[in-house]
């Protein structure tokens, strides 16, 4: 059956934000699960987290970068039309249970995941401070959103245009300094990022999870195209996470098996804007 496009709202020149008619996901998913869409019958498929649900209309909002072909064939989409297929929620939820002050890291449009979290934690009387990040002001999202649900929230750019100057590693490392007693970090955005906020944590003894989201294409565990390795462990971030503990990570193989598809990944997005003029 088709999905229909409830809404469709630019938050920044890349990024953008749908709901989707998808009652059955909505009544179920919680926060950390994502779906698998493909656009067309023709398609690929392509996880996206669960940015929000409404499960009183029935929708399931998602949040995602204009990168890639898929991507830019489901920003082309306009309020009303529809996407063939919608699968979810897959994915374990992320554990929030007993967690009394968390420290919730986003990067980039990985605030999209981070965000669903730190609504979580808020609801269940948590302490949450959000640090986000992103390279200048024109690409900030959802900071209404965050301050909403946030009882701190510290904004960082690269070049200093908007909030503070440098990484979310110097505000945590700052914030963790000043006194702040974490029972978690939750980390999510570029796998760089959160190499370096587990690394930071490690350093303190502060648990930290982080989200992954590597190559995937079933999202059951059937294909193994999302494998990682955890602990010296082989996992499937489709089944087994896609929170993992971010101390036990080897992120070096993550990222050079995340871009192993990059050449052909470029190719296909140039086709597509050479053909449709995008």
């Known amino acids: 059956m088709p999905y229909k496009i409830l809404k469709r709202e630019e938050l920044n020149p890349q990024v953008i934000r749908m709901e989707i008619d998808a009652p059955l996901v909505a009544k179920k998913a919680q926060a950390g699960q994502f779906i698998i869409l493909r656009v067309d019958d023709v398609g690929e498929r392509i996880p996206l987290t669960v940015a929000d649900t409404d499960p009183g209309r029935g929708s399931v909002t998602i949040i995602f970068q204009t990168v890639g072909k898929t991507t830019l064939k489901l920003g082309a989409k306009s309020e009303g039309d529809t996407i063939a297929d919608f699968v979810g929620p897959l994915g374990r939820a992320t554990e929030t249970e007993g967690l009394k002050k968390v420290a919730v890291i986003g990067g980039g449009v990985g605030c999209a995941i981070a965000y669903p979290v730190a609504k979580k934690l808020s609801s269940i009387g948590c302490t949450v401070h959000s640090i986000v990040g992103f390279r200048n002001k024109d690409l900030v999202i959802l900071e209404k959103e965050f301050r909403e649900v946030s009882d701190r929230y510290v904004l960082t750019s690269d070049d200093g245009s908007v909030g503070e100057k440098g990484l979310v590693t110097d505000a945590l490392k700052r914030l963790i300094e000043e006194g702040e007693a ?76 995340n871009a192993a598809y990059r050449d052909f990944e470029t190719r296909e997005r140039d086709e597509y804007c050479r053909l449709y003029g995008k």
Request: aromatic share 8%.
């Open 182 to 257: 974490y029972d978690e970090v939750i980390a999510i955005g570029p796998l760089i990022m959160m190499k370096f906020v587990a690394r930071l944590t490690k350093e303190y003894g502060i648990k930290t999870v982080v989200s992954m989201n590597p190559i995937m294409i079933d999202g059951t565990g059937m294909c193994g195209g999302c494998r990682l390795s955890v602990g010296g462990e082989t996992k499937f971030a489709c089944v087994d996470g896609p929170d993992f503990d971010g101390h036990q990570v080897d992120f070096d193989e993550a990222m050079a098996r």
